[in-house]
């Protein structure tokens, strides 16, 4: 069965930093590109994040660039997204995605004082 | 960047009826290798996405037969040829074509009427 479990969302405050994972199992992770995407309470789903199979490629939303590092460890099977300078506009559920085939069930990020 | 247009964002359905959504792209999403990387996402309430459809018409395994996809260039449908009470929710077309970045329609919420 495939499964994609993310974890280490949380309460942070302003200009802090969090770390996500996402620990994968079930499918041949080190093939697939990799994806993170938000999606704020009550809205849509916007993408933030890319990895390519080996790790050596990666995009990033505008949004995110700069404060936002995605990585992956193939011989663990788990991807992670690095988010520092949080704002409060990055507060939402952060799904990885194993080429929008399979999705995570989600990790909540709220970016409060 | 691609923008993604859905309509109707609300679709108050039957039961045992069809429904049918539109997206539509603000280029062509055909891409230079051929292939047109068009997907529809489901979301159930409470629930992560899943995606249903990609390259504008394959079903993604278990998804039921009543769900297809059709289109091309910029104009794309989903539809359900009857709907259960299963299939409430939001559901999303992507593009994958022009990328990054990946982008999604805004979503259209199918409630029962």
């Known amino acids: 069965e495939v499964q994609l479990v993310e974890s280490g969302g949380g309460l942070v405050q302003p200009g802090g930093s969090l770390r996500l994972s996402c620990a994968a199992s079930?499918?041949?992770?080190?093939?697939?590109?990799m994806y993170w995407v938000r999606q704020a309470p009550g809205k849509g789903l916007v993408w933030v994040s890319h990895?390519?199979?080996?790790?050596?490629?990666?995009t990033y939303a505008d949004s995110v660039k700069g404060r936002f590092t995605v990585s992956r460890d193939n011989a663990q099977n788990t991807l992670y997204l690095q988010m520092n300078s949080l704002r409060a506009e990055d507060t939402a559920f952060y799904y990885c995605?194993?080429?929008?085939?399979?999705w995570g069930q989600g990790a909540l990020v709220t970016v409060s004082s | 960047d691609v923008v993604m247009t859905q309509s109707p964002l609300s679709l108050p359905v039957t039961l045992g009826q069809p429904a049918s959504i539109s997206c539509r792209s603000s280029?062509?999403?055909?891409?230079?290798?051929?292939?047109?990387?068009l997907s529809w996402l489901q979301q159930r309430p409470g629930q992560s996405p899943r995606r249903l459809i990609y390259q504008v018409s394959n079903r993604d395994s278990g998804v039921p037969d009543r769900f297809s996809g059709s289109g091309s260039g910029t104009d794309f449908t989903l539809k359900i040829s009857w709907v259960e009470a299963e299939d409430v929710g939001v559901y999303y077309c992507m593009q994958g074509t022009h990328s990054p970045p990946w982008t999604f329609g805004q979503g259209t919420k199918v409630e029962i009427k």
């Open positions: 079930g499918f041949a992770f080190s093939s697939y590109w």
């Open positions: 995605a194993a080429s929008f085939a399979h």
């Open positions: 280029q062509s999403l055909v891409h230079s290798d051929g292939n047109t990387y």
């Open positions: 990895i390519n199979s080996d790790g050596r490629s990666t």
